[in-house]
Every structure is written in structure tokens, then in C-alpha cells.
């Protein structure tokens, strides 16, 4: 009898263990240690106006569906829509551009509602920001809120330099080890491709109205003319080591800066074929940005931020305590960004100006920026890291606040791509 009694309870034990075992399979069961008792795998992101959420199907036999909250920022959660049991996607077009909308979920099973999942944030805008990461050979094209890589170009063995035409939606890539200029669409696809020699090039820019290439090619000693389906036009040799090219497409003019004579050359497009049309003589130029819509140009000069008009003029003088490296420009209201770089193995400074000049903010947080570029549409800078301290890609508000939003990638360029709407 005593032994009867011992086996029952063995049995009874070894039925109570599997029969807990198989309540913590269940996804909703709120101490099931995989899924907590929500949906897992939800998340979101944005392209243009379009929210698009994916979760993870839920295996279970009495579900009746889904439940999609979303609430703009500041406000209180509102159902959304219900979704059938079958349904593991579903796409949210918003009204509004640059408003974070936060979206969560709920699967609902007979009476039961589970936990919600973690808050996905999105924040839709008309942008997107394209990368180029040597590190994994890729190009990498980003959503306006930088929270989710859209696509990929990895046909360009250690990609170096970007170039983006927004209005063509067709991009140029230069892979720094091949030599090779890759001209792709705007979802990474190659389209052209043509070879400029070995790792001489070091800037390069779009005429947006014609699909050209203007490319300055530094160790070669010649700016070239490519056309819109990746062919060498014309290539000049008078410049001795051209750094940087910045064009304006409406005029066909495109500014070149010399890193041997220390000068900036203004040259003309011409049916096809480059000629210089003047130079002008600075300290030690190391970028430039054009104000298309003003016609003049500023240029980083060594200790100073020069203004000056596309005749040669010079406007306004910005003096710069230490370094001015890169440079960027904000053509919708004129403000000015620039990078003032201190010594060696010291930390450089991001430094906003409006139009005139006037300093309106610096922060001191970055030690080996490699490139900014401010996004037109809010106002906002972002600035390519290569430091150990600060990889990655950085964000510094219209009003200053900093913020490290691309981790994991070794940025060496970066460029903004428009919708227009």
C-alpha cells in the first residue's frame, strides 16, 4: 500500500511539472521568460509619411487578434485599429512630419488581453541620410529619424566618398580601393559604374539639373567631368591638388580648392568641358559650401571662416580660435556649421553661426569628426566620428542638444537625400 501511495505521488508531481512547463509555453502567460506574455519582434519605422510595424506571429489556439495603440508624443495612447489573428504587419500613414508617434500592441485572446509590448518610436520626416561605413564595405541609407537602415550598396569595396542627387533619386558612391565611381538608385541598386584610377579622388559633387559628376581628384591632379551615365566628359589639369569641389547647377560653376597653391578656382562648365574662369588666394582652404540662392560661398581657411561672393568679394571674416576643417551650410536660412579642430589628440568643436556670422552655439564633444552635413529640413547637423571615444554618427539639434544616434559603424562620409515631399 505504502509503495502504491509512493508512486501516485510521484506521478502526480511529474504531472504537475509538465503541466507548469507547458502554462510557460504559452506565449501569453506574463512569466513565460521569452515572450514576457506580449507579442515579441514588434517594430517600427518610417518611410516618408508611411509607419510600417512588424511583430512576430503568435502561436496560440484561442487567439482573436491584435490591438495597435498609437499616441503622439506628450499625448495619452488611443486604439489604433484591430487586426486579425492572421495579420503580422500593418502600415500607418501619419498627417504630420517631424511629430514622434509612439505605437504599442496588444494581443487579444477570448476575453483576455495581454501585456503590451515595449513602445516603438518613430518620428516620419521627407528625409533620408546614406553613409558610407568602410568598416563593412557597405553603404548604408537610413530613415529621417536615423532609427532604422532601409537598404544596403555593398558592391563598393571600402566606399569613402558620397555624392546625392535628390532630384533624380540616383546617387554616386567612390570606393576608395578599387577606384571605382558606382552611380546607384535611391534603394542601393547599381546602375553605372566608371573606374578614375586608383585612391586619388578626395571630393566630389553634383550638378543636380544635368545628372554630372564633378570629381576632384587629388593625387591625379585634375578635376573631371563625368556624365549621367557614368563616362568621363572632360578632365582639367591646372589645379595641382584639388581637395575639395562644391558646384552650383543653376549656373554651371563649380569651386575647386587647390591644396598646393592655396588657392580656390572658379571654373565653368561648358558644354561638356571644364575651363577655369579665375582663382582667388586664401591661407590654407580646406572646404567650402555654396549659398546657391545668395550666390556666395564660405570657405573653411585654416584659422578663419571666410564669406565671399561668387565674383571674389570678400563679405565677412569669421575668426576661428583654433582649426576650421569641415564645413556645412543650411541653404534654407543661411545658417553656417563648421568644424574648428584643435591639436592632435585633443577635442574638436561643432560651431553654429546664422548668416551674418554671428556665433550662435559651440559644443566642444567631438575628437576625430571626418564629416557633417545638416539636414535642411529641421535644422539639424550631423557629424561622422571616427574616434574610439565617439564612433558612430552624432546628432546636434537646431538648438544645440547633442545626441549619438548611429552606433556601430566607422563613417567616413555622409549625405542627405530630399523627397520634396
Known amino acids: 500500500m505504502k509503495t502504491a501511495l509512493f508512486f501516485f505521488s510521484i506521478l502526480l508531481i511529474v504531472i504537475g511539472f509538465h503541466c507548469s512547463d507547458r502554462e510557460r509555453n504559452n ?22 509619411n508611411i509607419v510600417k510595424i512588424h511583430w512576430q506571429p503568435i502561436n496560440a489556439i484561442d487567439l482573436s487578434g491584435y490591438t495597435l495603440y498609437r499616441r503622439k508624443a506628450g499625448n495619452q495612447f488611443r486604439e489604433l485599429v484591430s487586426l486579425a489573428p492572421d495579420v503580422h504587419r500593418y502600415e500607418d500613414v501619419v498627417d504630420q512630419y517631424g511629430i514622434t508617434y509612439d505605437y504599442k500592441m496588444t494581443v487579444l485572446a477570448g476575453a483576455y488581453e495581454s501585456r503590451p509590448t515595449k513602445v516603438a518610436k ?8 546614406w553613409l558610407a561605413d568602410p568598416g563593412d564595405g557597405a553603404v548604408k541609407k537610413f530613415t529621417h529619424d536615423l532609427g532604422y537602415a532601409l537598404s544596403m550598396f555593398s558592391g563598393a569595396y571600402s566606399p569613402f566618398r558620397i555624392a546625392l542627387n535628390s532630384a533624380r533619386q540616383n546617387h554616386w558612391i567612390f570606393s576608395r580601393y578599387s577606384g571605382t565611381i558606382y552611380k546607384i538608385d535611391s534603394y542601393g541598386n547599381a546602375i553605372a559604374q566608371v573606374n578614375v584610377g586608383m585612391p586619388t579622388l578626395w571630393d566630389m559633387d553634383v550638378d543636380t539639373l544635368r545628372n554630372e559628376l564633378w570629381v576632384a581628384r587629388y593625387g591625379q591632379g585634375m578635376v573631371t567631368l563625368i556624365s549621367h551615365n557614368a563616362q568621363v566628359l572632360h578632365s582639367i589639369y591646372d589645379i595641382g591638388h584639388p581637395l575639395a569641389v562644391a558646384v552650383d547647377s543653376r549656373l554651371q560653376l563649380g569651386w575647386v ?16 568641358r571644364l575651363r577655369i574662369e579665375d582663382s582667388y588666394d586664401f591661407t590654407n582652404p580646406k572646404a567650402i559650401a555654396l549659398d546657391e540662392n545668395d550666390q556666395r560661398m564660405w570657405v573653411a581657411d ?16 569669421i575668426d576661428s580660435p583654433y582649426y576650421a576643417r569641415l564645413i556645412a551650410l543650411n541653404v534654407q536660412n543661411g545658417d ?4 574648428d579642430r584643435r591639436a592632435s ?6 560651431v553654429k553661426c546664422d548668416s551674418d556670422g554671428n556665433m550662435l552655439f559651440e559644443r566642444e564633444v567631438f575628437y576625430d569628426p571626418v564629416a557633417i552635413v545638416v539636414n535642411e529640413f529641421n535644422g539639424d547637423c550631423l557629424v561622422a566620428d571616427l574616434s574610439y571615444e565617439h564612433l558612430g554618427v552624432w546628432r546636434c539639434s537646431n538648438s544645440g542638444v547633442i545626441e549619438h544616434v548611429i552606433e556601430n559603424v566607422r563613417p567616413f562620409d555622409l549625405d542627405i537625400e530630399y523627397t520634396g515631399h
Open 27 to 48: 506565449p501569453l502567460d506574463p512569466d513565460n521568460t521569452d515572450s514576457g506574455g506580449r507579442p515579441t519582434g514588434f517594430y517600427a519605422y518610417a518611410e516618408k
Open 336 to 339: 553656417i556649421w563648421y568644424i
Open 302 to 317: 585654416s584659422s578663419r571662416i571666410v564669406r565671399m561672393s561668387y565674383e571674389g568679394r570678400v563679405e565677412r571674416v
Open 122 to 129: 518613430v518620428t516620419p520626416g521627407p528625409t533620408f541620410t
Open 345 to 350: 589628440g585633443e577635442f574638436a568643436s561643432l
Open 257 to 272: 580648392i587647390d591644396d598646393s597653391s592655396k588657392k580656390v578656382f572658379r571654373l565653368q562648365n561648358h558644354y561638356g
